[in-house]
């Protein structure tokens, strides 16, 4: 049995976990939440087994369909697609999936592999228009998120997409995020404890307008206090610009100097 693998034990479906510990196997219910998982001693259930063999880690075998199990195609799909939804998280070592609401592409999950090779991951997402770029990235993010090697998260973006930013993290994403631009922050200052900080370091998610915090006013306390991990949509906006797009200039001197972090 390896860990992925369903078994059985105490009358029960499990699925087998990784363990690091050669006398403890570590089983999570086949339906159930990935904190909910049990500690099971090698050599008790196999001194139990003798007495009562439901004690046994064993791999789960089904019965075989019968004629009397058929029903019609509609019923089938349902079924089908119930076990995938259900099973989707049981053998993968992804922690997110159990998370977000959405069934990512085959392709999608290309940039968050390669963001787990990455020891600091830098990554520029650059696929073609309509395949998903948001959802690559918030992939990333959740999965960070969920293996605790994040915790604030910071989302960089022109003012006129962090509602459409803020509504794709809390629908697919289960995370919910403020915004943080010139019509929302006195707002949020106001929620912040006294001694509790900058705005961009008291918010566990955030959506920052660019242009927000691309100024000399803003940029040092924002590059000062913002989280560990960001996302930078519409990147090129912020390329180097030869003449006088002063704008364009701002947001690529920001984005530099958050780079050297």
């Known amino acids: 049995m390896n860990p992925g693998s369903i078994v059985t034990c105490r009358e029960r479906e499990w699925v087998l976990l990784p363990s690091d510990q050669e006398d403890l196997l570590f089983l999570r219910p086949l339906t159930g939440a990935t904190d909910e998982v049990v500690a099971v001693h090698k050599g008790l259930t196999d001194l139990l087994g003798y007495s009562f063999p439901e004690e046994r880690v064993r791999s789960a075998k089904f019965p075989p369909p019968t004629p009397d199990d058929l029903s019609n195609v509609s019923g089938a799909h349902l079924l089908w697609q119930a076990a995938r939804l259900t099973l989707r998280e049981g053998a993968t070592p992804l922690r997110s999936l159990g998370r977000v609401s959405i069934r990512p592409r085959t392709y999608q999950f290309v940039p968050l592999l390669m963001a787990l090779r ?100 803003k940029r040092a306390n924002f590059l000062q206090h913002c989280p560990d991990f960001v996302i930078v949509d519409e990147a090129h906006g912020a390329a180097s610009a030869a003449g006088t797009n002063a704008n364009q200039q701002q947001r690529h001197h920001l984005l530099k100097n958050l780079a050297a972090f």
């Open 118 to 217: 990455l020891e600091t991951i830098r990554m520029l997402i650059a696929d073609d228009v309509g395949v998903g770029k948001t959802v690559e990235a918030l992939l990333i993010a959740r999965e960070m998120l969920d293996r605790g090697e994040i915790k604030p998260l910071c989302v960089l973006c022109p003012p006129y997409l962090c509602e459409q930013w803020q509504k794709e993290l809390s629908e697919k994403f289960s995370l919910d995020a403020v915004i943080i631009r010139s019509g929302t922050v006195s707002q949020l200052e106001r929620r912040i404890p006294a001694g509790a900080g900058s705005i961009f370091s008291y918010y566990p998610v955030q959506f920052v307008s660019i242009d927000f915090v691309k100024g000399d006013r």
